[in-house]
């Protein structure tokens, strides 16, 4: 399996609602990724978990709390999120050896629309 | 942080023609210098990456040139296809940790 994989694909959620997006690798990667990608901008990162610790917080709300509950799964719960924070969220991962840097996989996207 | 300027913004290229699109970064310990293709709806794609250690990197119609000292890198790309038609992502790593910053990206249009 040599892709990252993210459910669901589309998610609609009001600002009082809780949901959660999940992401996937079966690669052995160590090193997972959440970003933000907002229409026509670059993605921004969010969270950079790695040997499944949070090793990077981009200073993100509190609305946003990721989980790693083991190497292969990477989740982002999602609570009283607003209407600005509509965006396509990304997953990725790594093999990541520090100081040797190597590729992100990037999976397909969650789509998420809050109204 | 790092900063990261992309130009152009868009690009129009005959078909057959060359692209060439360009990077700049500010932190001169940063090694990885990948480049990402998006098309629209879809995932970035890696195309091509480069680092610190080397000056060009060439994958048939694709090639990356780097810069350390300018602190610039370039992509090419020759004989261009409609299959081409994106939006091209720039990026560099930050040294020690996995930190990627993207540049604000590139819509390459290939008239046909």
């Known amino acids: 399996d040599t892709e990252v994989t993210q459910t669901p694909k589309h998610l609609v959620m009001g600002m009082t609602n809780k949901k959660s997006l999940k992401c996937e690798q079966h690669m052995g990667h160590r090193a997972m990724y959440w970003y933000k990608q907002k229409a026509k901008k670059p993605p921004e990162l969010m969270f950079v978990?790695?040997?499944?610790?949070?090793?990077i917080n981009e200073s993100v709300p509190s609305r946003f709390s990721p989980e790693c509950p083991n190497s292969s799964l990477l989740n982002l719960h999602l609570h009283a999120l607003q209407p600005e924070d509509s965006a396509l969220y990304l997953c990725?991962?790594?093999?990541?050896?520090?100081?040797?840097?190597?590729?992100?996989?990037f999976g397909p996207g969650t789509r998420l629309t809050v109204l | 942080g790092e900063n990261v300027e992309q130009h152009p913004s868009t690009l129009s290229v005959q078909e057959g023609d060359s692209a060439v699109i360009k990077c700049t970064y500010s932190d001169s310990a940063s090694n990885y210098f990948p480049w990402y293709k998006q098309e629209l709806g879809k995932r970035p794609q890696l195309i091509i990456d480069i680092r610190s250690n080397v000056g060009e990197k060439k994958d048939q119609r694709i090639a990356v040139t780097l810069n350390k000292t300018a602190k610039h890198f370039s992509l090419h790309i020759t004989e261009t296809q409609p299959e081409d038609s994106a939006v091209y992502f720039c990026a560099v790593l930050d040294f020690g940790n996995e930190k990627l910053t993207f540049g604000t990206g590139t819509r390459l249009t290939i008239i046909p």
């Open positions: 978990y790695s040997y499944e610790k949070l090793s």
């Open positions: 990725a991962s790594s093999f990541y050896e520090s100081l040797n840097a190597d590729e992100q996989f």
